[in-house]
Nanobody, 123 residues
Framework: VQLQASGGGLVQTGGSLRLSCVVS????????MGWFRQAPGKEREFVAY????????SYGASVRGRFTISKDNAENTVYLQMNSLRPEDTATYHC?????????????????WGQGTQVTVSS
């Protein structure tokens, strides 16, 4: 199983980015997908998840109302649309795939991880 995240970059405060995560070796129609982020010296932080049914989603408090998670089962790809970006959103963003039904908001609840894509928001 491989997860390949892309779409990160340097953006000014208030700007937008769209992250993509292409999954191979696993059908995302059978899994929940999540995004987490980690800044230097900080713990990995929950950003968003989307369940198998593509309807149930949840967001971390710091991104709620600004970020949107979605997935395209036909493309086996999950997306994270990030709007109104702030300097505190600067981090490496990781996508993850989850087989089970517990701990959606915790890194240890996920079975497979991508390598991450860097997002830097300048002030």
């Amino acid at each position: 199983v491989q997860l390949q995240a892309s779409g990160g970059g340097l953006v000014q405060t208030g700007g937008s980015l769209r992250l993509s995560c292409v999954v191979s070796g696993l059908s995302i129609s059978d899994t929940a997908m999540g995004w987490f982020r980690q800044a230097p010296g900080k713990e990995r932080e929950f950003v968003a998840y989307i369940k198998r049914n593509r309807v149930s989603t949840s967001y971390g408090a710091s991104v709620r109302g600004r970020f949107t998670i979605s997935k395209d089962n036909a493309e086996n790809t999950v997306y994270l649309q990030m709007n109104s970006l702030r300097p505190e959103d600067t981090a490496t963003y990781h996508c993850a795939a989850k087989i089970g039904y517990l701990r959606y908001e915790f890194p240890d609840g996920y079975n497979y991880w991508g390598q991450g894509t860097q997002v830097t928001v300048s002030s």
